[in-house]
């Protein structure tokens, strides 16, 4: 990494005069004192590298993190670990990991205008009903969802409803807080073998949380930290519940994943392969077959991670998932089919996409230790051009005049400011299945 991006990603980091750095440094001492020295030893390659980079004393080191934005300066943030396999007429490259076989990497891929609209469409359009969120479990959620009640309370604070909890009288075992982390859930990989037993395995609704209190919408958008899209995605079972029928995936979200997809030269990522462990769908099929069916819209504030994790819940084992930044940068860590292997740390910035593909990379262990403070791209400030609310979110490679500061952006701005928003699109099926018929039909 060069000296100018390892100042911009390490403005991140608390400065050592600061309050901030000062306190996670007398939090580390009083943590640390009663620890075994040798508390590590025993860390698989993926858990001691979650450790660094989550670290907030001492703050990580990140001279080793992949980072493509200056790859495409010519300054080496690949350290020769990525290869570019092809370009865009305005010159941005496209980067496979030879250390992760099917990682395909589009840095900047979605441009700032597009950027702004998908926030939007994430907060206002994307979580609220009917789509479920972390939140539905524990509050009566209005119908137009939590970020529009936010809205409107901004505009009429005086005459703010609360959001009433749902947990009664009756003590239930709470599931956490609703913006706690994720559970560890281990989970048998879906396929077509046992989805039928699969789809058998009771799914209930998580029970409500018993520790939350009534509270204003204002107080509730930090707390937002997921929401499902097309097929719905139980979390409890890590398994999706087919009887809830198959949500809406937003054309312009599925245009830009399939503009993504056949970005990609797949001979030069896939070409020398044996095709063992493919099954029926092969890569070369993907410009017809591919077809975005489900999708997580993770909500993070800076503070938060997301835990070394394999997504193994889609019958479609190998087929694209496309995963889209926007908002503050973080370090994400993809390593292999178990923990030991060593992961390699990437920095995806606001705009990058990352398309996880085929039998290793798909069942690769990844997670995101850090979202770096500070790192909102300029162009949050700007707002969208008035026609973006309408407008296509495919790539426009060329960038628009100037947006005029509108005050409808503000508070996406300002939601942003300690935001990251992750827009990850999967294909549970082969393109056409209808779950429900005879299984055979999935071989056909
Ligand atoms: O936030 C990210 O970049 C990754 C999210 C992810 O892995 C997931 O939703 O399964
Ligand atoms: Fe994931």
């Known amino acids: 990494m060069s000296p100018s991006t390892v100042t911009s990603v390490l403005a991140s980091v608390p400065d050592p005069s600061s309050s901030a750095f000062k306190k996670a440094k007398r939090q580390y001492i009083r943590t640390t004192k009663n620890r075994n020295q040798d508390a590590g030893a025993n860390w698989t390659p993926f858990r001691a590298a979650e450790k660094k980079f989550k670290a907030r004393f001492p703050p990580p080191d990140l001279t080793d993190v992949l980072d493509l934005a200056a790859e495409e300066r010519g300054e080496g943030g690949g350290g020769g670990r990525a290869i570019s396999i092809g370009s865009f007429s305005d010159g941005k490259n496209i980067y496979t990991v030879p250390a992760v076989p099917g990682l395909v990497l589009l840095p900047s891929f979605v441009s700032p205008d597009a950027q702004r609209t998908l926030v939007q469409w994430a907060l206002r359009d994307h979580a609220r009903h009917p789509n479920e969120t972390n939140l539905d479990a524990h509050y009566d959620l209005p119908p137009e969802g939590i970020w529009n009640a936010h809205l409107a309370s901004l505009s009429h604070?005086?005459?703010?409803?609360?959001?009433?909890?749902?947990?009664?009288?009756?003590?239930?075992v709470s599931q956490g807080?609703?913006?706690?982390?994720?559970?560890?859930?281990s989970n048998?990989?879906?396929?077509?073998?046992?989805?039928y037993s699969l789809q058998a395995i009771p799914k209930p609704p998580p029970e409500p949380s018993t520790t939350v209190s009534d509270c204003s919408p204002s107080e509730l958008v930090p707390k937002l930290r997921w929401a499902n899209i097309g097929w719905s995605y139980h979390w409890g079972t890590k398994q999706y519940d087919f009887s809830k029928g198959k949500g809406h995936i937003d054309s312009?979200?599925?245009?830009?994943?399939?503009?993504a997809v056949s970005s990609v030269p797949w001979d030069k990522v896939f070409g020398g392969d044996t095709l063992e462990g493919w099954g029926d769908d092969d890569w070369k099929t993907w410009n017809e077959t591919y077809e975005p069916d489900a999708g997580i819209v993770n909500f993070y504030q800076t503070k938060d991670t997301l835990m070394a994790h394999?997504?193994?819940?889609?019958?479609?084992?190998?087929?694209?998932?496309?995963?889209?930044?926007?908002?503050?940068?973080?370090?994400?860590l993809i390593g292999g089919l178990t923990r030991e292997v060593e992961p390699v740390p990437i920095l995806l910035r606001s705009g990058d996409v990352v398309i996880m593909?085929?039998?290793?990379?798909?069942?690769?262990?990844?997670?995101?230790?850090?979202?770096?403070?500070?790192?909102?791209?300029?162009?949050?400030?700007?707002?969208?051009r008035p026609a973006d609310d309408e407008a296509d979110a495919s790539v426009s490679q060329t960038e628009s005049a100037?947006?005029?500061?509108?005050?409808?952006?503000?508070?996406?701005?300002?939601?942003?400011?300690?935001?990251?928003?992750?827009i990850n699109v999967r294909q549970v099926f082969p393109k056409g299945f209808v779950p429900g018929c005879q299984p055979q039909s999935l071989r056909q």
Not at 178 to 185: C, H, V, W
Not at 403 to 409: E, G, R, S
């Open 177 to 185: 807080e609703p913006s706690g982390p994720r559970q560890l859930i």
């Open 310 to 332: 394999v997504d193994r819940s889609e019958v479609c084992a190998t087929s694209p998932l496309v995963s889209i930044s926007l908002g503050n940068a973080a370090i994400f």
């Open 402 to 422: 100037t947006a005029v500061a509108a005050p409808a952006w503000e508070p996406y701005r300002t939601y942003m400011r300690n935001a990251r928003i992750n």
């Open 157 to 172: 604070p005086k005459d703010v409803p609360l959001i009433k909890t749902k947990a009664s009288a009756v003590r239930v």
């Open 252 to 259: 312009r979200l599925r245009d830009l994943c399939r503009s």
């Open 357 to 384: 593909s085929g039998p290793s990379c798909r069942r690769a262990y990844h997670g995101v230790p850090r979202i770096l403070e500070n790192t909102l791209p300029e162009h949050f400030g700007q707002s969208p």
């Open 188 to 195: 048998d990989a879906a396929g077509t073998d046992n989805l």
